[in-house]
């Protein structure tokens, strides 16, 4: 079967190379959801109100971020992302509003927090709601004040600084359940953007593997590597629960593995955890009838998924006849 050159394939700004890529053209895709972003990061981008991005993990919420930073007049001062999720309750007081020397044992010297740090640019605060009560409190007096004061000092600092701020979570629930300020959350959705799931922009599926096979040749050193429509066709019909991330991710490694610099079907399968789960023993005369019952649930749960729980689509899908398919999910225990 024909492999798809990478360097031959039609896509956005051809004339950019990836790792050229600012502001909006870093933001790959066609999408009627992916172009609607594009144009309200462009309208949002030369304001000074908050953003706060949603949507699943692997979406590219802080690639957003950094779109919005250097589509605005700050794109010459510092963006800096800072991942609450990692950062303890001991250490992230200090790490965002920065401490004098004494604060505490260890605090050997004066420390910039990254808000001071980030003056006259931007702060992308991923993972918000991990946020404690305690550092809410302080982010929150900073919304309102736009100072800070460092751990230990009584002297305050004003900083110029954008809050750009990302969740996967349901900010509302968590609000419903006292884990998050609901006057906070107000603060910083002044703006509020969605990121969609890579599931629901299908069609963008091969311009992020040509953009991620181009981007990630010259890091692998690999030149003239292509993919085989069919290859192409088993990623863009993938649930990709990862999302962007993890489709790159799988290219990358892809793209290690293969002997050849046609990428094939073959090799995603080798690759992908839900083809690993049919293993030799499993699909041993032994085991062939279970093997092949397993895998029709699984392959007939897929269908249903991609047909979004319309049952004469998904029999349609699988070239049988409604009552059939009726049977197999009795039969399999498929709600």
Do not use: W, Y
């Given at each position: 079967m024909q492999g798809i050159n990478v360097t031959s394939t039609i896509m956005e700004n051809t004339t950019t190379m990836p790792q050229e890529r600012a502001g909006i053209d870093r933001i790959i895709g066609?999408?009627?959801?992916?172009?609607?972003?594009?144009n309200k990061i462009k309208q949002i981008a030369g304001s000074k109100a908050t953003v706060m991005i949603l949507g699943e993990s692997g979406t590219g919420k802080e690639l957003?971020?950094?779109?919005?930073?250097?589509?605005?007049?700050?794109?010459?001062?510092?963006?800096?992302?800072?991942?609450?999720?990692?950062?303890?309750e001991t250490i992230i007081e200090s790490e965002l509003f920065g401490h004098i020397k004494g604060a505490f044992t260890g605090a050997d010297k004066n420390k910039k927090g990254l808000f001071e740090e980030a003056h006259g640019g931007?702060?992308?605060?991923?993972?918000?709601?991990?946020?404690?009560?305690?550092?809410?409190?302080?982010?929150?007096?900073?919304?309102?004040?736009?100072?800070?004061?460092?751990?230990?000092?009584?002297?305050?600092?004003?900083?110029?600084v954008r809050i750009i701020s990302a969740t996967n979570i349901h900010v509302e629930e968590e609000i419903a359940q006292g884990n998050f300020r609901q006057d906070l959350y107000y603060r910083l959705s002044a703006i509020e953007l969605h990121v969609p799931p890579l599931r629901d922009?299908?069609?963008?599926?091969?311009?992020?593997?040509?953009?991620?096979?181009?981007?990630?040749?010259?890091?692998?050193?690999?030149?003239?590597?292509?993919?085989?429509?069919?290859?192409?066709?088993?990623l863009v019909n993938r649930e990709w629960k990862g999302n962007v991330r993890e489709l790159q991710n799988v290219i990358q490694h892809a793209m290690i593995v293969s002997e050849s610099k046609i990428l094939s079907k073959d090799i995603f399968m080798q690759i992908l955890p839900e083809y690993k789960e049919c293993s030799s023993q499993e699909l041993s005369p032994l085991n062939l009838a279970r093997a092949v019952e397993e895998f029709e649930k699984k392959h007939i749960l897929y269908v249903l998924s991609l047909a979004q729980d319309n049952k004469s689509k998904a029999a349609k899908m699988l070239g049988i006849s409604r009552s059939v398919l009726y049977e197999k999910m009795k039969k399999y225990s498929i709600q």
């Open positions: 066609n999408n009627k959801a992916i172009v609607s972003l594009k957003i971020a950094r779109a919005i930073h250097e589509e605005s007049q700050r794109k010459n001062n510092q963006f800096i992302p800072v991942d609450c999720s990692t950062l303890t931007t702060i992308f605060l991923d993972e918000i709601g991990n946020l404690k009560p305690q550092i809410q409190s302080k982010l929150l007096r900073f919304l309102q004040e736009r100072e800070i004061k460092p751990v230990g000092s009584s002297k305050i600092v004003k900083v110029d922009r299908r069609d963008d599926i091969p311009l992020l593997v040509h953009h991620f096979m181009t981007m990630l040749a010259s890091d692998l050193n690999i030149s003239n590597m292509s993919i085989r429509e069919d290859a192409l066709e088993l």
